[in-house]
């Protein structure tokens, strides 16, 4: 699998992900929340073709590039329905920080736990991780071994409980059933900082 982190965002340091089939070059595009030409550069060096954007969950930090980058691709984006009314609060999200409001764009279709999103020779499963935030989910690929975690699951951390919408047990309950279920071995990319491995979270992180 082709599997780049673009960090992305001078105040958040957001990690965006373009995940690509190796033989069909068809990609995903995973948050895109901060300076979309650095994204749109990335995929044309890359040289993939995005068939759709997925959001893990409508913080401003994962989102705020959303319109940009989908009107420049083309493509469309999912996102769990349950994120919608962060989604429409991104003006408010940015405001908290003192940044422009960026601009909303439409989420195509619903994600829901169990749903599978096939890319090339990848299945991407749908699990539903809220707690950071009302409907996070992430995204399981069995045949590369890894995850996507959003701003569920860090490296010897877990996500914020602290904003609208967060729920510190809700958040535990879904690490617990979600994540540290998955094989040991299987990678973890969180939304900001470092990759680490289920075996590690489950035997290192404190929260845990």
Known sequence: MIHVVVPVGLLF???CA???DEDTKEAFLIDPGDEPGIILGEID???VKVKAILITHAHLDHVGALAEVKDALGVPA???PGEQQ???SIGEQAAMFGLPAPRKTTIDHPL????KLQLGRYTFHVLETPGHSPASVSFYIPAASRVIAGDALFRRSIGR???PGGSLPRLLKSIRTKLLTLPPETEVYPGHGPETTIAEEARHNPHL
Do not use: K
């Not at 829901?112 to 749903?115: F, I, K, T, V």
């Open 161 to 163: 409980t602290d904003l």
């Open 45 to 47: 060096r890359l040289q």
């Open 78 to 80: 999912y996102m769990h």
């Open 13 to 15: 340091q957001q990690n």
């Open 18 to 20: 373009i995940l690509a």
């Open 86 to 88: 962060l989604y429409d």
């Open 112 to 115: 829901a736990e169990g749903d």
